[in-house]
């Protein structure tokens, strides 16, 4: 297909609903009926809206699981939905997350089946199941980078991601390991009554690191009538920032960024206009685009097993309304927010590049090139409304 649209990054999740964590603020699958125990055929156990879902598939997405329901079926799904994909965009960072893809014990060997058709590669993990020979396999593969989930470095920070002080440090050690082998970490800390004062502590671990950005959010869904930070918390993050900023600027995305998260923080509500969609192509599992990889739906997904892959116009997001208020986008921001700033022209390229997975010449030309789109567009919409507004 030519002229296919660009995908900064593509979002691609991957047996989605199994993981080894039950994160208190989880807005995906857990805790729920599926489970990693398998059946005596190996299958893993699954809820029974999970067949219905199936079912109503077409039969070119239900063969995928005629003969089991195992890693191996949702991981051959993966590729096939991958293989499509490219035929209708171009990626520049193929971003795959679960779930928790590391509790597939060959998920190395899947990531060195398919590496080499992305420049570059970014697996979101929890961190805790990262093995120390697989560190060294990735490592050798060369365009391999990470997302981390971890909240602090302590038990008490990290709490709503685990109870366990072992595994909380298992992670830790986890990051600076791969940081060793100069593997690029961007860590995502969701901000919750756990953490949010003790933020410093996290700062201090990984002052000396290179190639990894903290990126810290609030806490979003139902979850924050909960555990959700108080004022006295967002004070003390506010605080810590403000006086620690220029300190620890190396690990920290730009000084904008934080300007926006802690304004979202305090007012409960966010103010600001998103781009993300035109930048992250998100897909499921099983094939369906979403608006958004923070879970903004269309209508209508197409899905691209078993859809037609020769239109492409859903994966430039043509349906997206950058005026429009959409309810989950009211008190969202996440590490896709410098993209944003960048199209506003509050941020340079200088700081998008030193976020780890946009440190490359050719992705930061392609981001450049889809701003000079959406500044068009955005003339455009001014213009019409100037003549309707005059008519």
């Not at 933020?199 to 009538?225: C, D, Q, T, V, W």
């Amino acid at each position: 297909m030519k002229n296919k649209p660009k995908a900064i990054y593509q979002d691609q999740r991957i047996a989605e609903e199994w993981c080894n964590f039950k994160c208190e603020y989880c807005e995906g699958f857990c805790p729920t009926e599926y489970s990693l125990k398998q059946d005596k055929d190996g299958n893993l156990h699954v809820a029974d809206e999970w067949y219905d879902m199936v079912n109503s598939f077409d039969n070119n997405l239900k063969k995928y699981f005629a003969h089991g329901r195992g890693f191996k079926q949702f991981y051959e799904l993966a590729d096939s939905i991958m293989s499509l994909s490219m035929k209708v965009m171009d990626t520049d960072i193929l971003k795959i997350s679960g779930g928790e893809l590391t509790v597939n014990p060959r998920l190395c060997d899947f990531v060195e089946s398919i590496h080499n058709n992305y420049p570059s590669i970014q697996i979101l993990s929890n961190g805790s199941n990262i093995k120390d020979e697989d560190i060294e396999r990735y490592k050798n593969m060369g365009n391999i980078s990470f997302q981390i989930s971890l909240d602090g470095v302590s038990p008490e920070a990290n709490y709503s991601k685990s109870h366990s002080s072992y595994m909380t440090n298992k992670v830790v050690s986890t990051i600076d390991k791969l940081l060793e082998n100069g593997i690029e970490v961007e860590i995502n800390c969701v901000l919750t009554k756990y953490n949010t004062d003790k933020f410093y502590e996290f700062l201090e671990h990984f002052s000396n690191a290179r190639n990894l950005m903290i990126f810290p959010r609030p806490i979003r869904g139902g979850a924050r009538k909960l555990i959700d930070f108080n004022s006295e918390h967002v004070e003390k993050f506010s605080k810590c920032i403000d006086e620690n900023y220029d300190k620890y600027k190396n690990i920290l995305p730009s000084k904008e960024y934080f300007d926006r998260l802690i304004d979202i923080m305090k007012n409960n509500k966010r103010n600001y206009k998103c781009y993300v969609p035109f930048f992250v192509q998100s897909i499921d599992g099983y094939g369906n685009f979403e608006m958004c990889p923070i879970g903004l739906q269309y209508d209508n997904k197409p899905n691209i097993v078993i859809g037609d892959v020769s239109g492409n116009s859903i994966l430039c997001n043509s349906s997206y309304d950058v005026e429009k208020k959409y309810s989950l986008c009211e008190y969202c921001i996440n590490q896709y927010e410098m993209l944003n700033l960048y199209v506003d022209g509050i941020i340079s390229l200088d700081e998008l590049r030193r976020v780890p997975s946009l440190n490359n010449d050719t992705v930061l030309l392609h981001i450049n090139d889809i701003k000079r789109e959406i500044c068009r567009n955005e003339v455009k919409r001014s213009n019409n409304k100037k003549v309707l507004s005059k008519s």
